[in-house]
């Protein structure tokens, strides 16, 4: 259940000390909207907001405003927040090493738009019809009367694109080009930002994408399409955690892919799951091993080597391709 406007705006109104906290494997929806969340309440509640980060900002989205603010567990290990915001995160374990802030936190905000987020936040401002945190953020800013300026549309706009692929997911409707014609009038430039999110990536990124395509498996007459990146993979391929961003979705172009999905181990040895999928609800797959997301994009982290969790995926999706065999 969503909490109300009023009780939100309640709370960021009595809170002295605001900590935003994204999701692990930053996006540029949980960016974008973490910026534009500290912007929005800045201006309009005249208070100083932390931006907390698990690692660091992808190199993607350093060219967003405050994307140097962001603080790191450690540079913020002794401060007491009374309020933390959660955007995009889907799920409390998502928060990762920011679930000390979290829980010690008087009041907690959850901003986001997961169909399988619970509500884990005292108050919660979910709307899984939304294409983004970032649209949600938009329309929750509008019905508080709250002003956007053009560093906020640059963040929004950032979070509305990426989540949408450009524009083109079927999450994107009428509602989601309504807030982006209007983000549009603060001076913006989306010829620039879509260049800075799509093309102005390092040769390490496209090598990375080659081996994976290379790597990929098909099963079930093409319906469904796999692959693997291993650490080996990373460090011969000399790329960082955020280069196998857009992999999944380059498997699903394939004509005849239903569905597709990327393992890749992590530095703890086990394996981080990407789902894509046309026809099948992949939050039905991620949350067998715990995660969750969209109906056509979710994901899980399963605890185990790459070899096993791709046992265990396969076996969760034969009963749904087998006549396809
Ligand atoms: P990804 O493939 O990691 O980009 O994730 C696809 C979608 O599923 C994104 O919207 C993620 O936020 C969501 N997601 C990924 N992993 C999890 C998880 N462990 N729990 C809940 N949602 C997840
Ligand atoms: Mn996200
Ligand atoms: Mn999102």
């Known amino acids: 259940m969503n909490s109300s406007i009023n009780k939100i705006i309640n709370a960021i109104n009595n809170a002295k000390n605001i900590l935003i906290i994204p999701h692990i494997n930053p996006d540029g929806d949980c960016i974008g909207s973490a910026i534009a969340m500290k912007l929005f309440i800045e201006k309009e509640y005249n208070k100083y907001v932390t931006l907390f980060i698990q690692s660091k900002v992808p190199e993607v989205y350093k060219f967003l405003p405050k994307a140097e603010d962001f603080k790191i567990e450690n540079d913020i290990c002794n401060q007491i927040f009374d309020l933390v915001i959660a955007v995009d995160c889907a799920a409390y374990d998502r928060l990762t090493n920011a679930i000390t802030f979290f829980d010690k936190a008087e009041e907690t905000i959850v901003f986001d738009h997961h169909k399988t987020n619970k509500g884990y936040g005292k108050y919660n401002y979910i709307l899984p019809e939304l294409s983004s945190t970032g649209e949600v953020l938009y329309y929750f800013a509008k019905n508080s009367k709250w002003q956007i300026d053009k560093e906020i549309a640059e963040a929004l706009y950032t979070a509305i694109l990426t989540d949408t692929g450009g524009f083109k997911f079927e999450n994107t409707k009428t509602k989601t080009f309504k807030a982006v014609a209007e983000l549009l009038r603060y001076d913006i430039n989306p010829s620039e930002i879509y260049k800075q999110c799509y093309e102005s990536k390092p040769l390490e990124m496209l090598k990375l994408r080659a081996l994976a395509i290379n790597k ?64 099948v609800d992949v939050t039905q797959i991620a949350s067998k091993f715990n995660g969750g997301g969209h109906t056509k994009a979710a994901g899980c982290t399963i605890k185990k080597n790459y070899t096993i969790a791709l046992n265990k995926i396969l076996e969760e999706i034969e009963y749904v391709y087998e006549f396809s065999k």
Do not use: C, P
């Not at 394939?254 to 981080?272: H, N, P, Q």
């Open 216 to 279: 990929s498996k098909i099963l079930y007459n093409g319906k469904v399409i796999y692959t693997i990146i291993t650490l080996d993979d990373m460090r011969n391929a000399k790329a960082l955690n955020e280069h196998t961003d857009g992999i999944v979705e380059l498997l699903r172009q394939v004509d005849t892919v239903d569905l597709a999905f990327l393992i890749k181990e992590t530095e703890d040895g086990y394996s981080k799951v990407s789902f894509r999928s046309e026809n």
